[in-house]
């Protein structure tokens, strides 16, 4: 009975001391730990803390690139324009500017090749060089060449840029205009006519010595002038049909009897619609211009 006895007393404290040596191990484990965890924690703050800041950053360029495009909503005498850029990625590669010159309202719709932060980098430089040669040069084909020259004189690996520029005579209505390589603006008569803007040249920073010419036509009272990117007619639906120039073109005469505004933001709800549950690929920008009054003949 004692040599029974004492070999359960021996599996007692060799049982004992293995699950205090478990309960130690456990312990310095944990303890060794706790450092370790403390460490992933103040770096997962810190990266936290980093994309806040970062998102911050990003909306208020944001806020500055839309103010850099001017008004949303002007009037001027018997014209009436509404604008509005919608960036796929917080930042656009499209863009609108617009200014008074002489009396004359000049605006410009483009299209920066690319998306997000790098297209938006040239976003304020190509502006600029926009704003500073009309205000010399006054001429829409003379402005879009000096900018194709200053691009590629840059010696930089220039985005591709197409643009719609167009100078109005408020008095007359005149429109001067050139066009880029951009998708055509639309006239839309009184009447329902509808004319396409295609005169001007090639695309910005592709050619050196490229030539430009300006067209011109005659806004009427009651025309309206829609301008556009190409994120409308390209945008897709969930069968990968594009709206396409056809879908603009109905949406704008469906509109067109609207204050500028309200036809702008029915076009975009109309892509929209037809895009369905289709994420938007491309940035989208739009520029409605409406002369009020009856036509008359000139």
């Known amino acids: 009975m004692l040599f029974g006895g004492h070999l359960s007393s021996v599996a007692q404290i060799r049982s004992r001391y293995q699950n205090t040596k478990r309960t130690d191990f456990a312990a310095t484990n944990r303890t060794a730990g706790r450092p370790r965890h403390r460490a992933l924690e103040d770096q997962l703050a810190s990266l936290k803390r980093e994309h806040d800041d970062l998102r911050r950053a990003v909306y208020e360029a944001a806020q500055v690139q839309r103010r850099l495009c001017g008004p949303r909503h002007l009037r001027a005498g018997p014209y009436e324009l509404a604008s509005e850029i919608f960036p796929v990625r917080h930042l656009s590669g499209d863009f609108i500017t617009l200014m008074q010159i002489e009396g004359d309202l000049v605006f410009a719709i483009g299209d920066i090749a690319g998306k997000g932060l790098t297209a938006a980098m040239w976003f304020t430089n190509v502006i600029g060089m926009i704003r500073r040669q009309m205000t010399t040069v006054g001429d829409p084909a003379a402005a879009l060449s000096a900018v194709n020259r200053d691009l590629l004189l840059t010696g930089l690996e220039v985005p591709l840029t197409t643009l719609f520029l167009a100078r109005v005579n408020l008095e007359s209505g005149e429109l001067t205009y050139c066009n880029a390589g951009h998708p055509p603006a639309l006239l839309l008569r009184e009447n329902?006519?509808?004319?396409?803007?295609?005169?001007?040249?090639?695309?910005?920073?592709?050619?050196?010595g490229a030539s430009f010419a300006n067209g011109s036509e005659r806004l009427c009272p009651g025309t309206t002038l829609l301008a556009y990117s190409d994120g409308i007619p390209e945008c897709r639906n969930?069968?990968?049909?594009?709206?396409?120039?056809?879908?603009?073109?109905?949406?704008?005469?469906?509109?067109?009897?609207?204050?500028?505004?309200?036809?702008?933001?029915?076009?975009?709800?109309?892509?929209?619609?037809?895009?369905?549950?289709?994420?938007?690929?491309?940035?989208v920008a739009l520029v409605v211009l409406h002369r009020f009054g009856s036509c008359k003949k000139y």
């Open 238 to 283: 969930e069968s990968g049909v594009e709206f396409g120039a056809k879908g603009l073109l109905n949406a704008a005469r469906t509109f067109s009897g609207c204050k500028p505004n309200v036809m702008l933001f029915s076009v975009l709800a109309a892509v929209e619609d037809f895009a369905g549950s289709q994420r938007r690929e491309d940035d």
């Open 192 to 208: 329902r006519e509808v004319e396409e803007l295609r005169a001007g040249g090639p695309v910005l920073g592709a050619l050196s």
